[in-house]
Each structure stands twice: as C-alpha cells, then as structure tokens.
C-alpha cells in the first residue's frame, strides 16, 4: 500500500517560507509523478503544482507560480514544495499525490499537512 510521510508543515507568518516533505512509505517513488494539492475550510481542494517521474518537467497553477517549487529526490524518496512568500490565503492542509503518468487521476493521496499562514 502506497502511504507519504509528510513533514514541514506548520505555522508561518505572511511573507515568510516553508518547505513541506513528502517522503513515500511502502514504495519507491521513482515510478511515480507526484503533485501537490491543498483544499483551505469551506473551499474545494485544488491542484497546484506537479512533476515528472524524473523531475524535468513541473506545472504550477496561477496562483502559486513564481512562488512555490516543487522538487524531487529519487535518492531519498521524498518530493518537496518550498513555498516563499506566503499569504494568508495559502492556509489550508497540503497533500501530495501519486499517479503513473502525468495525466488523468491520481489514485494515491496522503493524509495531508496542516499550513497556517497567520501574523
């Protein structure tokens, strides 16, 4: 069974950084694109940001772009998402994603991590 550890949630103040951890439990993550989705209180969950099994390739949805990398290290088994330049917007629990190519639906999905942007 497909499980991610996560890490590097938490709180952070507007304007600041944080860089969220996903490391694959159970599976070797090379096999795998991996994306980052967030859903904040009363709002649907939404895409933000997805990468190849390699890493070469990245998308970003609008509102992050500029703002937030996603990266990956095979060696470690773990995908992360620096996020800079935090608003309070960006509030909300963070989960990432596995699917076998990079497209279509992801089947696997984490527990997620709480970020709360907050002065």
């Known amino acids: 069974q497909l499980q991610f550890v996560y890490s590097g949630g938490g709180l952070v103040q507007p304007g600041g950084s944080l860089r969220l951890s996903c490391a694959a439990s159970g599976f070797t993550l090379d096999y795998y694109a991996i994306g980052w989705f967030r859903q904040a209180p009363g709002k649907e969950r939404e895409g933000l940001s997805c990468?190849?099994?390699?890493?070469?390739?990245?998308y970003y949805q609008d509102s992050v772009k500029g703002r937030f990398t996603i990266s990956r290290d095979n060696a470690k088994n773990t995908v992360y998402l620096q996020m800079n330049s935090v608003k309070l917007e960006d509030t909300a629990v963070y989960y990432c994603?596995?699917?076998?190519?990079?497209?279509?639906?992801?089947?696997?999905w984490g527990q997620g991590t709480q970020v709360t942007v907050s002065s």
């Open positions: 994603a596995a699917r076998v190519s990079m497209s279509g639906q992801y089947p696997y």
């Open positions: 990468i190849s099994f390699s890493g070469d390739t990245t």
